[in-house]
């Protein structure tokens, strides 16, 4: 099979991680006889640098073009320590968002066994955790009018949803229920917020269509509190952007490290696959940063973006055993044990597929 993906490596650790993922994704390529054309493009801080804005038309084009997209991370302390920059490096990741059509955000939460002790809660409240945040990706207060007035003394960001933009997410996330455990949360504020009504009374329409799926609906603040007592209670849950945003974070320290969890961005044109960390621009060309979100988001790819799902799984398995074995980056390392440069994950991993 031959396979086109664009690689966005971004700012930061991002070339670092993404190289990493291609060694594996190259070596998964061998194994199983695919043919891989990646094809690179700037966003983030190093396309503003290069060309004055983070997500160039080129970059886009290459990504429409592409059968997917694998990309890293962008930000740049020049930029987040200057709040009246004019051009951000996080406009871009919300451009490309808006001009791919990626309205869904896949975030997986689940432990790994060898490292089930790494996690800040205790072992009894996250043991059998396996959920999916849908996070919609293109509309809420990222996207709604914004500005000040009153000389500056007072600020505003419009939240707005559509019908259809619940819908469009709803749906994606009953049908992803239906593949698990036919268990679907509905998170908002329904007794505050107009926009969160709407959400509630859009998804309780859908009801009737997915008969199989149990659908509860829970107030944002109280999934807070349920994700750090019971998080194996929940299997997908969907919400709007900005609580999506908070509450995935959040979920993500349950596995013990947020270098640990991959994501796609899916939509209505190409689908892109990133680890969910930042750029840590503090680690940037030291070797240390962990690779291996990046990696398993290189996983998701090949198997829901091509159907590759035994290429998948080789991926997955051999990451586990990196993991067991204690093949892992300083932030995962035991006290006292060997604590691994980010290529020299990489080249284990490869070594063992």
């Not at 509630?200 to 509860?216: G, I, L, N």
Request: glycine content about 8%.
């Amino acid at each position: 099979m031959k396979l086109n993906i664009a690689l966005l490596a971004g700012d930061g650790i991002g070339p670092e991680v993404i190289n990493e993922a291609v060694k594996v994704s190259d070596a998964i390529a061998k194994k199983f006889n695919h043919e891989i054309t990646w094809t690179p493009a700037l966003t983030g801080a190093c396309a503003i640098d290069a060309v004055g804005v983070p997500y160039p038309d080129e970059t886009h084009e290459i990504c429409m073009k592409a059968d997917a997209v694998l990309f890293g991370a962008i930000g740049h302390p020049k930029y987040d320590n200057d709040p009246s920059a004019p051009v951000r490096p996080e406009q871009g990741l919300l451009l490309m968002r808006k001009k791919l059509g990626l309205f869904a955000n896949v975030r997986p939460t689940f432990t790994f066994p060898s490292l089930i002790d790494n996690s800040p809660l205790k072992r009894e409240r996250i043991e059998g955790t396996d959920l999916v945040f849908l996070r919609e990706l293109t509309g809420g207060i990222y996207f709604g009018e914004k500005g000040r007035k009153d000389g500056g003394e007072t600020a505003f960001d419009n939240c707005v949803y559509t019908r259809a933009e619940v819908q469009r997410l709803a749906k994606k996330g009953f049908e992803l229920a239906m593949t698990r455990s036919k268990k679907l949360c509905c998170v908002d504020k329904a007794n505050v917020l107009e926009t969160s009504r709407l959400w509630r009374e859009t998804v309780q329409a859908m009801e009737k269509d997915y008969p199989e799926v149990t659908v509860s609906y829970e107030f944002v603040d109280a999934v807070a509190m349920r994700l750090v007592q019971w998080p194996n209670s929940y299997d997908v849950l969907i919400t709007e952007n900005l609580f999506g945003d908070i509450l995935t974070d959040e979920a993500s320290v349950i596995s013990g490290s947020m270098g640990l969890m991959p994501s796609a961005s899916v939509g209505e044109h190409t689908s892109l696959y990133e680890p969910i960390h930042g750029s840590y621009p503090q680690a940037t060309g030291l070797n240390i940063a962990n690779p291996l979100a990046t990696i398993l988001s290189a996983a998701m790819m090949f198997e829901d973006a091509f159907g590759l799902k035994a290429e998948a799984d080789a991926i997955r398995a051999v990451v586990n055993k990196s993991l067991s074995e204690g093949v892992v980056t300083e932030d995962l390392a035991s006290k006292g044990a060997k604590a691994y440069k980010t290529s020299e994950v990489g080249d284990w991993l490869v070594a063992n597929l």
